[in-house]
């Protein structure tokens, strides 16, 4: 392994010494400083296993055991990808507690490049004095980043960043396709280490399509979800989502089977409907969050409901209204339902089934 000289945390340089004696539960430093400075220590102890929580987006969270050799072969596979080389500044951004901020940190020892970790809670690009060669982002840091300019041109002076963690909206998707810098969004597990995949959302040859990275296979069961064969693991992985495999390299990400509704034996995949709400709603200027799911009804056996958080500028039968005139009749919304907070997972995420089920126990 390479020599590693130090980090760069909220501002402060601090020596490979320092970071391997100072107190990571030393109230000056904050939670983030804690955590970056705790796995900083665990990494250079030579710890052989490592532990990894799962983000409980689709059930409970858990943790996984990952063995260091996994760990370095991840990282490189990274390192590859991005062409990363020795020196190159990455930034990270992203909660050590999770796999995207210990994989971000682990790169950084692994292929000798110097880390800058910033709090995810405060102005990212606050103290950034330096070039950056490699970052990573959530979509909720990049919404916020791309509606301001400055930070916008920031952004763009990133040479290649990675979105990953949930879906990119459409307005976002508009405005990274107009950078020149490289920008890609990840179909990323916590099982797999981070990314399997990525497909690249900015400039001209941005597409809609995922490659699978070296190392990674892909497959689909009877359903058409996704499996993965990791090199970490012996078994295939499977998965819940849904994709339209083009080849063995490539494949088009379509939405969750678990969210799926079937409503009068129409089969509907709520992130395709929901890309077509967002149009509609960033037409009339709102900018609130949602989502669609099934309700029992007992014409169509469930009926397609459209959750918003907080409360309309609109009225509701004039959205109704526009939703049906703008989306195919049986994707249409039935109805629509105000909920004051949404239930969101530990890192951000809308938790779909919680938000209904806290309001109305359906299973």
């Not at 509701?316 to 209204?321: A, P, R, T, Y």
């Not at 939703?323 to 009749?329: A, D, G, K, Q, Y």
Request: charged content about 25%; hydrophobic content about 40%; aromatic content about 10%.
């Amino acid at each position: 392994m390479k020599t590693y000289e130090g980090i760069w945390l909220n501002g402060k340089n601090y020596s490979h010494g320092d970071a391997l004696t100072l107190d990571p539960l030393d109230p000056k430093f904050n939670p983030f400083e804690q955590d970056v400075l705790a796995f900083y220590q665990l990494w250079f102890s030579e710890a052989e296993n490592f532990e990894f929580k799962t983000s409980g987006t689709t059930g409970e969270p858990k943790i996984i055991t990952f063995e260091r050799k996994d760990l370095i072969r991840s990282a490189n596979i990274s390192i590859s990808t991005f062409k990363l080389q020795t020196g190159h500044n990455i930034l990270l951004c992203l909660s050590p507690q999770y796999v995207a901020g210990k994989m971000m940190m682990v790169r950084a020892f692994v292929g000798g490049l110097p880390l800058i970790a910033i709090d995810p809670q405060l102005n990212q690009f606050a103290h950034l004095d330096r070039d950056i060669e490699f970052a990573a982002f959530v979509p909720n840091q990049v919404s916020g980043i791309l509606n301001d300019s400055l930070m916008v041109q920031k952004f763009e002076g990133i040479k290649k960043v990675i979105i990953g963690g949930g879906e990119i909206n459409n307005d976002d998707f508009r405005k990274l396709k107009q950078l020149k810098n490289n920008v890609y969004q990840t179909y990323s597990m916590t099982e797999t280490l981070t990314h399997v995949a990525i497909r690249k959302v900015s400039g001209s040859n941005s597409n809609d399509y995922y490659n699978v990275l070296k190392s990674f296979s892909i497959s689909t069961d009877e359903r058409g979800c996704l499996k993965v064969k990791s090199p970490y693991q012996s078994d295939w992985l499977q998965t819940n989502d849904l994709v339209k495999v083009i080849d063995e390299k490539r494949f088009i990400w379509k939405g969750r089977v678990d969210n799926v509704v079937n409503s009068g034996g129409i089969k509907i995949i709520p992130e395709e409907i929901e890309k077509l709400i967002e149009s509609v709603f960033n037409s009339l200027n709102l900018d609130h969050n949602f989502f669609v799911a099934g309700l029992p009804d007992k014409l169509l056996g469930n009926k397609l409901v459209l959750f918003i958080e907080g409360e309309l500028i609109v009225n509701q039968e004039g959205l109704l209204e526009k939703l049906n005139t703008n989306l195919p009749n049986y994707k249409s919304p039935k109805e629509i339902i105000l909920i004051r907070n949404f239930h969101y997972t530990l890192t951000g995420k809308i938790n779909r089934s919680a938000t209904v089920k806290s309001i109305y126990n359906v299973d």
